[in-house]
């Protein structure tokens, strides 16, 4: 059975802060691992996809890292609009249910 | 280009009623998958459909059905409505599992 787990379930951050959230993930086989945000009352919105370990991809301040058993979501100098729930899935090659696994998120907070 | 689109944004029904939610893919999107969003359980997958066919199922009851129409869009149908079933119903389209987009879903409240 496939899992994700992701820590810190809460961060709160000082404006330019810099840190990273962690998605830990068992599957069969990898067919790739997603992160997503998701601002209040509203669905996830796509930020990037994993497919190999070793990949890296960035976007604005956000920069998503993968190994074989854990992915990284690294925040540089936050700003207060980059406060949401950040959301890994994973995705696997194998096993019955082809739909996107989910952590349960962390809720990031960042403070002028 | 258009989003995902679900309606309605909001519904409120009463234990025992039975709903039918709505969601209109990108176009060019031929799969859809539905989640159920609680703050409990998080994201938990219900069912993706792929040319009008289910093609994998989650660990939901039977009272979970869904459907897709020739056009690609899809509705979900939750028959025996129970104050558990309140929820976030999300909806995503894909081109080809490569990349999930997800619609702003309907909020669904039981009494």
């Known amino acids: ?112 | 280009k258009a989003g995902v689109t679900q309606t309605p944004r909001y519904l409120i029904k009463t234990r025992g009623q039975q709903v039918t939610l709505s969601c209109s893919p990108i176009s060019g999107h031929r799969s859809v998958s539905w989640y159920q969003q609680t703050p409990g359980q998080g994201l938990q997958f219900l069912f993706e459909y792929f040319s009008e066919t289910q093609r994998n199922k989650g660990n939901f009851p039977g009272r979970f059905s869904g459907r897709q129409f020739s056009n690609s869009r899809s509705e979900m149908n939750v028959s025996t409505l129970e104050l558990g079933d309140s929820a976030l119903y999300l909806c995503a389209s894909s081109l080809e599992a490569v990349g999930y987009t997800f619609g702003s879903g309907t909020r669904l409240t039981v009494v």
């Open chain 1, 1 to 112: 059975e496939d899992q994700v787990t992701q820590s810190p379930e809460a961060l709160r951050l000082q404006e330019g802060e810099s840190s990273s959230l962690n998605c830990s993930y068992t599957v069969s086989g990898l067919r790739g691992l997603f992160w997503y945000r998701q601002d209040p009352g509203k669905g996830p919105e796509f930020l990037f996809t994993l497919y190999s370990a070793g990949e890296e991809k960035e976007k604005e301040r956000l920069k998503a890292t993968l190994t074989k058993k854990e992915s990284f979501l690294h925040i540089t100098a936050p700003k207060p609009e980059d406060s949401a729930t950040y959301l890994c899935a994973v995705h696997d090659l194998e096993g019955g249910a082809d739909g996107l696994t989910f952590g349960k998120g962390t809720h990031l907070i960042i403070q002028p």
